[in-house]
């Protein structure tokens, strides 16, 4: 008769639920997976597949009770490496929306407000339709693959233990942070010159006539202008979204290599 002992039974369940805890958080952070369109079933039923895969990958995990104090302690761990995971990710999609937002300011758009799917709030309109390209671009990439790749390898650079991301990995992960404003105003800065140049063409005619109604007649040369600025504009918004997202991978894999203090 095969007895199974507790202790043999509480490294089963930590086996799987430490790895099903970081999988888990990554999923509600992470790009695509944590849309609100997305059935949180579907995100746990996604979660439990790639644990139950990845968990014989893995070396054993450490000899602790999963509801001892120093369990919980891992366990917290494992929340925010997931969600820290998740977090360096969705940043550069964040950025792309903040571009088409600063993009939309300059050319009169910023009034046009849609209700954005995938976070349930209002955002502008040129700034969602740059976040679906990308996000489109994204698919036909097999970036979402990429992502769960990724986490993967992250068990092996960050594995299941009490060290979790340390002091260094939590600063890089804040440091990463910038990229919301820099990639915006990287993909977003010629679009937003070349309305600038046209906008200061603007003032100078009001100068020099000053009769001229502006709001009538600028307004939609503006738009008309700043539309076929985005036009000209897409192959330079996929170059910066794909560096970005390069960018963010190689933020992902430096989080194992930051020391832990």
Do not use: K
């Not at 977003?188 to 502006?214: D, E, H, I, W």
């Amino acid at each position: 008769m095969i007895e199974i002992t507790e202790g043999q039974l509480e490294a089963w369940v930590a086996a799987y639920f430490w790895p099903f805890v970081r999988v888990a958080a990554f999923m509600t952070v992470a790009p695509v997976f944590g849309a609100r369109f997305v059935p949180a079933r579907i995100r746990i039923v996604l979660a439990a597949a790639i644990t139950l895969l990845v968990v014989p990958l893995l070396p054993s995990p450490p000899a602790v009770g999963v509801f001892s104090p120093l369990g919980l302690v891992i366990t917290a761990q494992q929340v925010l490496i997931g969600v820290a995971i998740g977090f360096i990710m969705q940043i550069v999609f964040d950025a792309i929306g903040l571009a088409g937002q600063l993009l939309a300011n300059s050319m009169g758009l910023s009034f046009a407000f849609n209700v954005d799917p995938m976070r349930g709030a209002s955002t502008a309109a040129v700034g969602q339709f740059y976040v679906f390209l990308v996000t489109m671009t994204f698919l036909a990439m097999d970036g979402h693959l990429a992502l769960v790749q990724a986490l993967v390898a992250g068990f092996g650079s960050i594995p299941v233990g009490t060290g979790g991301l340390g002091v260094a990995g939590i600063g890089a992960v804040l440091a990463f942070g910038s990229q919301l404003f820099a990639g915006a105003v990287g993909v977003a800065l010629p679009g937003m010159t070349a309305l600038l140049v046209a906008n200061l063409a603007f003032g100078v005619m009001s100068r020099a006539a000053p009769t001229l109604n502006l709001f009538a007649v600028g307004f939609p040369i503006i738009l008309t202008f700043g539309l076929v600025v985005m036009l000209l504009g897409l192959p330079g918004l996929q170059a910066g979204f794909v560096t970005l997202l390069g960018t963010a991978m190689d933020a992902v894999s430096g989080l194992g290599a930051a020391p832990a203090r």
